[in-house]
């Protein structure tokens, strides 16, 4: 956007074209994964046994958070790199380092978090610090 703002003539085509193709590709990313997650589910409610179906869905659950996580930080970046003309300079390039780091920082805590050993390890630890607060 930075590049295109030096443009001596209009930038209102380029604007347009620009926003339609991210609308498009995050428009068909979500469907694409709503018509998975559609299938998945299906799939999963056919396993025999409840815990092989609570096992999936936490398996789900955590995919599921993972892409909020990394869909998050795009969007906003997105947003203020689009819209943003009245925003600090400053804001937009921390708002793009959230977005680059965010995702690859969380990926491993809520993976992480979904195994016991380590989930019972964070608690352990968050309880004690509460407790000594």
């Known amino acids: 956007m930075g590049i295109v703002r030096l443009a001596c003539a209009g930038t209102v085509i380029s604007?347009?074209?620009g926003l339609t193709v991210a609308l498009l590709v995050v428009g068909l990313d979500l469907?694409?994964?709503?018509?998975?997650?559609?299938?998945?589910?299906?799939?999963?409610l056919r396993l025999?046994?409840?815990?092989?179906q609570a096992k999936a869905f936490n398996t789900c659950g955590s995919h599921i958070c993972v892409i909020v996580l990394a869909y998050t930080p795009a969007l906003f970046s997105f947003l203020t790199h689009r819209f943003g003309h009245n925003v600090a300079p400053y804001i937009h390039i921390?708002?793009?380092?959230?977005?680059i780091l965010v995702?690859?920082?969380?990926?491993?805590?809520?993976?992480?978090?979904?195994t016991k050993l380590i989930r019972d390890k964070v608690v352990g630890l968050?309880?004690?610090?509460?407790?000594?607060s």
């Open 31 to 44: 469907t694409f994964i709503g018509v998975s997650y559609a299938k998945i589910i299906v799939t999963v």
């Open 15 to 17: 604007n347009m074209y």
């Open 126 to 132: 968050l309880l004690r610090r509460k407790d000594v």
């Open 103 to 114: 995702p690859p920082f969380c990926n491993p805590i809520v993976y992480g978090v979904k």
């Open 94 to 99: 921390l708002i793009g380092n959230f977005y």
């Open 48 to 52: 025999p046994s409840r815990e092989a």
